[in-house]
């Protein structure tokens, strides 16, 4: 294997893995937000859009 090979396929696996780390991070926030906040408030600026001021 040519070393550009090995670079190419490492960053593609970086790639993938930080695809996964989001994607697993995203699923947990949806699912805690499904289950509520388990009786804590959470400030109301937490779910404005920066834009909305």
Do not use: N, Y
């Amino acid at each position: 294997m040519k070393p550009d090979t090995v670079v190419t396929a490492v960053l593609a696996m970086c790639l993938l893995f930080l695809t996964w780390a989001i994607a697993q991070r995203a699923s947990d926030e949806l699912a805690h937000l499904k289950q509520g906040t388990s009786g804590q408030t959470a400030p109301a600026a937490l779910f404005q859009h920066p834009a909305a001021e």
